[in-house]
């Protein structure tokens, strides 16, 4: 079955740049999507068909995919976006995600 | 309001059956794919089945086929999930989720209902 790769976790300083990486055998022929999903609260998405954002979403947000890698990028991170991160990308009708990345604001 | 509410979660023996419900307000319910995922306490997210708009086509996740059964009733705007032989690793909070038309992403969720198994 298909699998989806994250680190557990990343850290990142207010202000500075995090990248949370989620690899997938041919990965980058598939479109990928990322949902934020705070303590107690329902997932949201940040980015999908690997570089679009919703309507509400911060520009800071962006995403990129490529061969075996999807990589969703927090410009400006702030204090507010620590939360746990998901990607997903659809294989053969199903829905498969990452095992999720804790993003801390240090 | 748009929205999703879950409900039918609760307390239910292994081997149990439990069956939950997802209703939908506020959105033209028949026009879209719906899904269910759940999550584990502590756990990331996992998909557990699809059901396609006029309920013709369904997908599950391989550790619930045969178990579970996806269902809608477009006339009611509802979702359900029947959950048999559950299992203690069943345990989760199980989300109701709506499928973008045409771009296959998750962009409404309910608040999710929390199914236990254990004796």
């Known amino acids: 079955s298909y699998e989806l790769i994250q680190p557990p976790s990343v850290s990142v300083s207010p202000g500075q740049t995090a990248s949370i990486t989620c690899s997938g055998d041919?990965?980058?022929?598939?479109?990928a999507s990322w949902y934020q999903q705070k303590p107690g609260q329902s997932p949201v998405v940040v980015i999908y068909?690997?570089?679009k954002r919703p309507s509400g979403i911060p520009e800071r947000f962006s995403g990129s995919n490529s061969g075996n890698t999807a990589t969703l990028t927090i410009s400006g991170t702030q204090a507010m976006d620590e939360a746990d991160f998901y990607c997903?990308?659809?294989?053969?009708?199903?829905?498969?995600f990452g095992g999720g990345t804790k993003l801390t604001v240090l | 309001e748009v929205q999703l509410v879950e409900s039918g979660g609760g307390l239910v023996q292994p081997g149990g059956s439990l069956r939950l419900s997802c209703a939908a307000s506020?959105?033209?319910?028949?026009?879209?794919?719906m899904t269910w995922v759940r999550q584990a306490p502590g756990k990331g997210l996992e998909w557990v089945a699809n059901?396609?708009?006029?309920?013709?086509?369904?997908y599950y996740v391989d550790s619930v086929k045969g178990r579970f059964t996806i269902s809608r009733d477009n006339a009611k705007n509802l979702l359900y999930l029947q959950m048999n032989s559950l299992r203690a690793e069943d345990t989760a909070v199980y989300y109701c989720?709506?499928?973008?038309?045409?771009?296959?992403?998750?962009?409404?969720w309910g608040r999710g209902t929390l199914v236990t198994v254990s004796s």
């Open positions: 989720a709506r499928l973008a038309s045409a771009v296959w992403y998750f962009d409404l």
């Open positions: 506020e959105i033209t319910f028949s026009f879209y794919w």
């Open positions: 059901i396609k708009q006029d309920g013709g086509e369904k």
């Open positions: 041919k990965l980058g022929d598939k479109y």
């Open positions: 068909q690997d570089t």
């Open positions: 997903q990308a659809w294989a053969s009708s199903t829905a498969v």
